[in-house]
Nanobody, 126 residues
Framework: VQLQASGGGLVQAGGSLRLSCAAS????????TGWFRQAPGKEREFVSA????????FYAGTVKGRFTISRDDAKNTVYLQMNNLKPEDTAVYYC????????????????????WGQGTQVTVSS
C-alpha cells in the first residue's frame, strides 16, 4: 500500500486548502483513514478520521467545524478540506490507513494505523 499526500502550501490566516491522499494497493471503501499533523518540535497529533463502511467521522477539537474529511471513490482519493486556517495549523500533514474499522479512541491514535503517506507541508501566515 502506498499513500501519496498532496495539496499543501502557503496560505494566509483565514484561507483554505484542500489536501488529497491518493492510494495504490488499497481501496478507501473499507477500513479507517486518518489525517495527522506534526509541527516542528511537537509530537504528531490527530486531526481527523473516518470509517467508510458503516460511517463514523471524527475530528480533533481544534479543527472541528473548520476541517472536513471526504472521499472520491472513483479516484480512490481522500480529501481534507481545511477552512478558516490559523497559524497554529502550520504543520506537515500525513494521511494514514488502518485496514480495520476503528472506534473513535483508536482512530485518534497514530499507532493504530498500518500505512502512512509521506506528508505535505501546510504553512499558515498571520
Amino acid at each position: 500500500v502506498q499513500l501519496q499526500a498532496s495539496g499543501g502550501g502557503l496560505v494566509q490566516a483565514g484561507g483554505s486548502l484542500r489536501l488529497s491522499c491518493a492510494a495504490s494497493g488499497h481501496t478507501f471503501s473499507y477500513g479507517t483513514t486518518g489525517w495527522f499533523r506534526q509541527a516542528p518540535g511537537k509530537e504528531r497529533e490527530f486531526v481527523s478520521a473516518t470509517r467508510w463502511a458503516g460511517g463514523g467521522t471524527f475530528y480533533a477539537g481544534t479543527v472541528k467545524g473548520r476541517f472536513t474529511i471526504s472521499r472520491d471513490d472513483a479516484k480512490n482519493t481522500v480529501y481534507l478540506q481545511m477552512n478558516n486556517l490559523k497559524p497554529e495549523d502550520t504543520a506537515v500533514y500525513y494521511c494514514a490507513v488502518s485496514r480495520r474499522r476503528e472506534i473513535a479512541s483508536q482512530a485518534s491514535m497514530a499507532g493504530t494505523y498500518d500505512y502512512w503517506g509521506q506528508g505535505t507541508q501546510v504553512t499558515v501566515s498571520s
